[in-house]
């Protein structure tokens, strides 16, 4: 494997996007960059952990940030034949591909409801509470405030990572860290890109009477991680949010984790 490499893939409507379906049926405009993310989380949640393919994309997906880490890799096509006398008769045929091998999303806030504790949820919506909205389509209505937590006290904008994952074959390579690394470097970067614009939106529809209560991402950033790689996530800074318990996400139990990254000064997106 050489070197691997991240790219990002900004929000996008993904208008036609066909969940378990191959390359070629998909749509022309869905970014191949995309379709290299779900190659991805197709064989790690739902070839390997079983996750309904239908439930793999969701509401969030158009309008987040994500990352794919690429390697290139050597394969051999055709083996090189000698006759008997040890001449070569078909040389070998060989080529290299930059080949997806992990993916990240940064998914911008609002968001919906913190999980329940205990709750059983698929494909977003909890068990019990089938042909209500989901979460995704509660976020995308209006922002709202929530149950205050151990680190969030309800009302505090942030962000939230999820949907890592790694193939298989190329894990023991910290593909996964690479990758965290990327997004939380990114958003120090970048701290004003999801604050919603006043123009755009006016004050009603982001929740404020007045400019001074207009959404703002501070630093804070979530994770809903699978429980059982809390330890992976506390080596990157994340620490668990007692005050929300678990929940199971496609039948994997779930916990919450926080960090507050440093940000400088920001300016408000007026345009």
């Known amino acids: 494997m050489g070197t691997p490499f991240v790219s990002l893939v900004e929000p996008s409507k993904l208008e ?9 049926e998909q749509p022309a405009g869905i970014p191949s960059a995309f379709l290299d993310v779900m190659e991805v989380r197709e064989d790690v949640f739902v070839e390997e952990q079983g996750v309904a393919v239908e ?14 880490a690429y390697a ?11 006759d008997e006398t040890g001449a070569v008769v078909q040389p070998r045929k060989s080529s290299t591909r930059s ?37 995704t389509e509660d976020a995308a209505a209006a922002f709202i405030a929530d149950r205050p937590t151990t680190y969030h006290d309800g009302r505090e904008s942030y962000v939230k990572i999820g949907r890592l994952a790694v193939q298989k074959d190329f894990r023991g390579n910290k593909i996964a860290g690479l990758l965290v690394n990327t997004v939380l470097a990114w958003l120090k970067e970048n701290p004003s890109y999801f604050d919603p614009s006043i123009t755009e939106l006016g004050l009603e529809q982001v929740g404020a009477r007045r400019e001074t209560e207009i959404p703002s991402w501070g630093g804070l950033v979530c994770v809903h991680a699978q429980k059982q790689v809390q330890k992976v996530w506390e080596r990157w800074g994340f620490k668990v949010d ?19 990254l440093p940000i400088g000064e920001k300016q408000m997106k007026i345009y």
């Open 242 to 260: 007692e005050g929300m318990g678990t929940w199971w996400e496609e039948g994997i139990p779930h916990i919450g984790m926080f960090q507050r």
């Open 99 to 135: 080949t997806p091998i992990g993916t990240i999303r940064l998914v911008p806030f609002p968001h919906g409801p913190h999980p329940v504790s205990g709750g059983r949820y698929w494909n977003n919506v909890l068990e019990g509470d089938q042909g209500k909205p989901s979460q």
């Open 55 to 68: 439930n793999e994309f969701d509401l969030d997906d158009p309008r987040c940030c994500h990352w794919v």
């Open 72 to 82: 290139s890799v050597h394969t051999t096509q055709e083996h090189e034949v000698r």
């Open 16 to 24: 036609g996007y066909k969940p378990g379906s191959p390359r070629e």
